[in-house]
């Protein structure tokens, strides 16, 4: 079945550095890319999307570029504050409607 | 107000007991979701509804019923709580005509079964 997979964390990084949380991805189609955000305790909440190949999604000054060829996903930032520590999440929407999640990575900024 | 709310937020329970988690979105959508988080398991999907006459089990039903009283109330029931259902336990709407792959999650409840 289709799945996702993620680095595993957690991930602690100093403010203004680069961040890179890789994700790749398992699926018998082409699904839609997802990576959510969990910021402590709140539910998740979309960050941003890719619905096709050589799509890129951008929010917040995060990035993710749909590679089909590497069936990737990974998700970039330039500069990292200490308010984007939270739980990342990737996933993708398959052909019955449904999200399948990663397992999340926890990333922390230190100021 | 949150257009997803979630009842209880916290709750303890014994081993055995029936217990119910309740949801309740203001945001008008058809679809809804309960997920359960684990520590290095990410989300998993338990139930899911496509609309009040539609309920189907996701990957980890077993132990677990819902009910979707109405479109706006979909809860969550464990019939005879057992400690590994112990977890940290999320309700989700998305709009069929925006993309279900948008869901708006609600704040959790997190169980605990002794």
Same mark, same amino acid.
């Given at each position: 079945?289709?799945?996702?997979? =993620?680095?595993?964390?957690?991930?602690? #990084?100093?403010?203004? !550095?680069? #961040?890179?949380?890789?994700?790749?991805?398992?699926?018998?189609?082409?699904?839609?890319?997802?990576?959510?955000? =969990?910021?402590?305790?709140?539910?998740? =909440?979309? #960050?941003?999307? !890719?619905?096709?190949?050589?799509?890129?999604?951008?929010?917040?000054?995060?990035? !993710?570029?749909?590679? +089909?060829?590497?069936?990737? @996903?990974?998700?970039?930032?330039?500069?990292? =504050?200490?308010?984007?520590? !939270?739980?990342? @999440?990737?996933?993708?929407?398959?052909?019955?409607? +449904?999200?399948? @999640?990663?397992?999340?990575?926890?990333?922390?900024?230190?100021? | 107000?949150?257009?997803?709310?979630? %009842?209880?937020?916290?709750?303890? %329970?014994?081993?055995?007991?029936?217990?119910?988690? &309740?949801?309740?979105?203001?945001?008008?959508?058809?679809?809804?979701?309960?997920?359960?988080?684990?520590?290095?398991?990410?989300?998993?999907?338990?139930?899911?509804?496509?609309?009040?006459?539609?309920?189907?089990?996701? &990957?980890?039903?077993?132990?677990?019923?819902?009910?979707?009283?109405?479109?706006?109330?979909?809860?969550?029931?464990? &019939?005879?709580?057992?400690?590994?259902? %112990?977890?940290?336990?999320?309700?989700?709407?998305?709009?069929?005509?925006?993309?279900?792959? &948008?869901?708006?999650?609600?704040?959790?409840?997190?169980?605990?079964?002794?």
């Amino acid at each position: 079945g289709n799945s996702v997979t =993620q680095m595993e964390g957690p991930v602690t #990084l100093s403010e203004e !550095a680069f #961040l890179t949380i890789n994700c790749t991805y398992t699926a018998t189609g082409y699904p839609s890319l997802f990576w959510y955000v =969990q910021y402590p305790g709140e539910g998740l =909440q979309l #960050l941003l999307k !890719a619905t096709k190949a050589d799509d890129k999604g951008s929010n917040k000054g995060f990035e !993710a570029t749909y590679r +089909k060829e590497t069936t990737s @996903f990974h998700l970039e930032k330039g500069s990292v =504050q200490v308010s984007d520590s !939270a739980v990342y @999440f990737c996933a993708l929407f398959e052909g019955a409607q +449904k999200l399948v @999640f990663g397992q999340g990575t926890r990333l922390t900024i230190n100021p | 107000d949150a257009d997803v709310t979630q %009842t209880p937020r916290n709750r303890i %329970t014994k081993t055995g007991k029936r217990i119910m988690l &309740e949801c309740s979105q203001t945001k008008g959508h058809d679809r809804m979701y309960w997920y359960r988080q684990d520590p290095g398991l990410g989300l998993r999907l338990i139930y899911y509804s496509f609309d009040v006459k539609d309920i189907n089990k996701g &990957e980890i039903s077993d132990g677990y019923s819902v009910s979707r009283q109405a479109q706006a109330k979909f809860s969550l029931s464990l &019939e005879s709580a057992i400690p590994n259902q %112990t977890a940290l336990y999320f309700c989700a709407t998305s709009d069929r005509n925006r993309g279900s792959y &948008e869901q708006y999650f609600g704040p959790g409840t997190r169980l605990t079964v002794t």
